[in-house]
């Protein structure tokens, strides 16, 4: 069965400091996807970043970065120059391949504070 | 305009009622999705419905039943509300069934249950 821990449940920061949220992951598929949503205090769900199996290259988006390393199981995001808006909880989640159903397994979420 | 819509936003109701909550989606999406997620914020598939066959049906007592009329609505009716029954209800849609494409959520539904 596939599992996904972040096993961070809250980090605080203050504005401007880097931060990163672990995820690691667990499968015995070869192909898989993960990805990142982030749940504002609104409540909603906002995707991130969607990341295949096969490819292993580092993202950025603006300040937001992602490393995936297949050998250790993990997919960091790294939120660089945090700001207040970036408070929320952040969502990992891992998908198989050919599953019936796009079933995504959810890590617990990490709530994030970022501090003025 | 609200890609993926649910309502109402909030539900608050007494053990025993019965209530239906509704999802839409104008993405021209195939499949569609109800996720619970609990007072400590864990997110967990429900049902998925793929072009309105039910193709994921996780532990769900048989109080919950989701009914599709049509690929875009995909709503949620549950008998004989508990008290458990309290949380975030999330529909979801997605372009196809596979693993590979991303959920795009809803804004959800609190349910609270007195």
């Known amino acids: 069965a596939q599992k996904v821990t972040q096993a961070q449940t809250e980090i605080s920061v203050v504005e401007k400091e880097d931060v990163t949220l672990d995820c690691v992951y667990e499968?015995?598929?070869?192909?898989?996807?993960l990805f990142w949503y982030k749940q504002p205090p609104s409540g909603e769900l906002v995707f991130l970043i969607r990341?295949?199996?096969?490819?292993?290259q580092n993202e950025i988006s603006g300040r937001y970065s992602w490393n995936f390393q297949k050998s250790t199981s993990s997919f960091n995001f790294t939120i660089t120059a945090s700001q207040v808006v970036d408070s929320a909880v952040y969502f990992c989640?891992?998908?198989?391949?050919?599953?019936?159903?796009?079933?995504?397994?959810f890590g617990e979420g990490t709530q994030l504070t970022v501090n003025p | 305009d609200t890609a993926v819509s649910q309502t109402p936003k909030y539900l608050v109701t007494q053990m025993g009622n019965d209530k239906s909550i509704k999802c839409e989606q104008n993405l021209g999406h195939d499949t569609m999705y109800w996720y619970k997620q609990d007072s400590k914020k864990f997110l967990k598939i429900m049902f998925s419905?793929?072009?309105?066959?039910?193709?994921i049906n996780e532990t769900v007592p048989n109080r919950f039943s989701p009914k599709s009329p049509d690929k875009a609505h995909l709503n949620l009716h549950i008998n004989s509300l508990e008290l458990g029954d309290s949380a975030v209800y999330f529909c979801?849609?997605?372009?196809?069934?596979?693993?590979?494409?991303?959920?795009?959520f809803g804004s959800g539904t609190q349910l609270s249950v007195l």
């Open positions: 979801a849609s997605s372009p196809m069934s596979r693993g590979s494409v991303s959920l795009y």
């Open positions: 419905y793929n072009n309105k066959e039910l193709i």
């Open positions: 989640a891992l998908s198989e391949y050919g599953t019936s159903g796009s079933r995504l397994t």
């Open positions: 990341r295949n199996s096969f490819d292993e």
């Open positions: 499968t015995r598929d070869t192909t898989y996807y």
